[in-house]
């Protein structure tokens, strides 16, 4: 056999993930230094150019540029392109994990799906993998045609309108947050129609591939046993909640202060449309330097718990933040199972939420002193904000990407990183795998807190 | 039987620990309101004399008015006793709930304390707890009498270096952190010999008495089979490395910064003193406002991990600490069990980190939101490191707890509470006993991070 296929084929599931996001970054890189992709007179330094294609990989959408000065239609098209490699990647990806758990463990919906495809072979996975490429291009396409004729009011030519719905739709869906006008979403602060279509396509990229998989089996009724897995379950409660409260706080937060000269309706979508952002959308609707600290850092809070697994979002996740929560409750209570939806949660999901959360907490915490350090002019609020955006591949920035020096720079860089291929799979990357203890030693107990 | 002293004996130890420092606070209230205890004219409202108490009894020492300014020479011994009140009362307690837990799972060494004590009675668990007293009443009277003769140099009376030398010794054994210079300990940055004194009190007060306990019955040499409990290694080892890289991290952030016009044993003494101060003892030697923020967050991040348990210091303690590094370790490494100095962590002991550990992110993080809100003036690091500072009842302040509003103080007292009573009490006082799961649902994974 070829040397480098067989390599290949030896690497776990953790080493194809970051190996692929390697690849994909690199070849991102050359994507934007092909000639005529910045626009004419335009130098672009290579750190920026690895900075773009780090943050359009990982659909995190920071942005030490501006991406409607910089970039000719060409250049727009590729990032797209890069956008469409991070999206897909993430999604192909996290299908095939998501397969992979559930032919070790026999999730029953996993085989119902299998078997509704007739897929028990690596052909079929391959198959199920292209037929969400083409849910994902689909949503991508309605959204995009929504947001042209829509756009043809703006703008004179309908090429013109095509080229900003297409990138539109494709920023929301990948969850990708770049933007072209150069203003975020901030034109449309009035335009309930164009924030509930990017809502709606933030919602699909964020809530999770598996997800939409266990939905189109759910409307298909081709099985009469269908039930959604308990996964779906958890991350869709969690998911809805944070939405939830994050609009109610960051209303009640605003309500006398930035939002007190709107009316009710724009109060509640100012807050709703962040609310949703901060999963992993990475859209602003207006100057979010003009929010409180305590509500910039609970959005924070929301950047860094991020979306849903197997999604294009990043963060801790949606179904580590749960079952932390779950444990707490239950722990509280005096209880040793976490039991939810009528089923019970496995030890070793409530030692993986632990250690997501342990690690992650040592990296913002690192990374919030090193840039402090690094960056002695900037606010530390603007500094942990721009660390859990970068974390929770989201996005949304308080202005001073642009400002970070090249050490700043690249610290960013490895946290879109990490926060894309998600910490379960870095711990896994660096510490190999799971080896069994040949002996026991006496247990002893020890005074906690 | 008296239905009160059925109550009292009806309270699980948790309740207990909890309605010791209500009313230690309460009795604390009234002796800092006695007549004389104020200087003439000096007239404190109720909200600051309450802030003073509820930081005495939990050894915290963040001060919203000036000690020295304040008090009357009667009114500093009154605070004094209440140091005393404290700290004494989390020794015994701390005690209590040792023997309590090593009699629950059969703690050799504590068999063996016993056996010497000769105490297999409630008698003689109270004999235990009068001897403790005596240590720590030896101790700081060993304090008191060292500071007192060096201290007849700087004052006019041997009287007053009395008071000075007693108040500073029973401040650092405590770890009340409080001051009658009106500077901390400013006046002796230089001052090696005071500094060293100081440390060591420090250090004895927040390594744990079972600690102490255990490194007596060593020396006595009494018990041949005598080892050190898992607990003491863990915690030992824990304060003796946070010291160290306390030290080498702080010199390292303000070398070239706030210490770069020092000597180098200015320097080291200065890194030294305030990661010592940062386990609990909440003392300065020079202006920690000139350090970099970045300096000062990576100082809340020691000060919420605190002291050890069973001593008189707060955070999520050393233990708590120390099995959250364990646990990412070996779970990095694939490894389900925790094995350390030949012995094994038990489960329940990774499950009580996990839950504290959650707890007070949430609290610091709901605490900082909170008070960014009421005091949308003060800067998010002094916040941060007053929040941290008073859950690890350390007392370091960036100077901004006399201009805290009335909410803001008590917030800050909640936290010096729940600092000083321990999050593992705090759950189990407000979600009761253990109970037994009746039936079981069945496992399901969950895909996390
Ligand atoms: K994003
Ligand atoms: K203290």
């Given at each position: 056999m070829n040397p480098i296929i067989s390599r290949i084929r030896n690497l776990t599931p953790a080493q194809a993930i970051v190996s692929y996001y390697f690849l994909?970054?690199?070849i991102s890189v050359g994507l934007l230094n092909l000639p005529g992709v910045h626009q004419d007179g335009v130098e672009v330094k290579f750190i920026d150019s690895m900075f773009t294609a780090v943050s359009a990989v990982s659909v995190t959408g920071l942005s030490v540029l501006n991406v409607s000065e910089t970039y000719s239609t060409f250049g727009i098209f590729m990032l797209m392109v890069i956008l469409q490699l991070g999206g897909i990647?993430?999604?192909?990806?996290?299908?095939?994990?998501?397969?992979?758990?559930?032919?070790?463990?026999?999730?029953?919906e996993r085989q119902l799906i299998m078997m509704d495809h007739n897929q028990h072979s690596l052909s079929g996975v391959v198959n199920l993998i292209i037929e969400i490429i083409k849910i994902l291009l689909l949503i991508e396409l309605l959204g995009a045609l929504i947001l042209t004729f829509y756009f043809t009011q703006f703008y004179e030519t309908f090429s013109q309108a095509f080229i900003h719905g297409l990138f539109a739709s494709v920023s929301a869906t990948t969850n990708g947050g770049f933007d072209i006008t150069g203003q975020s979403m901030i034109p449309y602060h009035n335009d309930y129609f164009v924030q509930i279509i990017n809502m709606i396509l933030i919602i699909l990229g964020a809530i999770g591939f598996p997800v939409l998989i266990e939905i189109k089996a759910f409307l298909s009724g081709k099985n009469k046993n269908f039930r959604f897995s308990l996964f779906t379950k958890i991350t869709t409660a969690t998911f809805g909640l944070l939405l939830l409260v994050g609009?109610?706080?960051?209303?009640?937060?605003?309500?006398?202060?930035?939002?007190?000269?709107?009316?009710?309706?724009?109060?509640?979508?100012?807050?709703?449309?962040?609310?949703?952002?901060?999963?992993?959308g990475g859209l602003v609707t207006m100057d979010i330097t003009e929010f409180a600290q305590g509500t910039n850092i609970f959005i924070s809070a929301l950047m860094f718990i991020g979306a849903s697994p197997s999604s294009v979002g990043g963060g801790i996740r949606t179904t580590t933040f749960a079952i932390a929560i779950l444990f707490l409750i239950n722990f509280a209570r005096g209880k040793n199972e976490i039991q939810i939806f009528n089923r019970e949660i496995q030890l070793i999901d409530v030692f993986r939420s632990y250690a997501v959360i342990i690690l992650a907490i040592f990296m913002v915490l690192f990374a919030t002193i090193a840039l402090s350090i690094s960056e002695p002019t900037l606010p530390i609020t603007a500094i942990v904000f721009e660390i859990t955006s970068a974390f929770g591949t989201c996005g949304m920035s308080l202005g001073i990407t642009d400002e970070l020096s090249t050490f700043g720079k690249i610290l960013i860089m490895v946290l879109m990183?990490?926060?894309?291929?998600?910490?379960?799979?870095?711990?896994?990357?660096?510490g190999g795998r799971t080896t069994k203890t040949k002996f026991h030693y006496p247990k002893?107990?020890?005074i906690i807190g």
């Open positions: 994909a970054i690199g990647g993430i999604m192909s990806l996290g299908t095939f994990v998501w397969l992979l758990v559930g032919k070790k463990i026999g999730l029953r609009t109610v706080v960051i209303l009640a937060l605003e309500m006398f202060k930035s939002f007190r000269d709107m009316s009710w309706h724009e109060a509640l979508f100012a807050a709703m449309f962040h609310s949703v952002s901060s999963r992993s990183f990490v926060g894309r291929v998600g910490l379960i799979s870095f711990l896994f990357t660096i002893e107990r020890v």
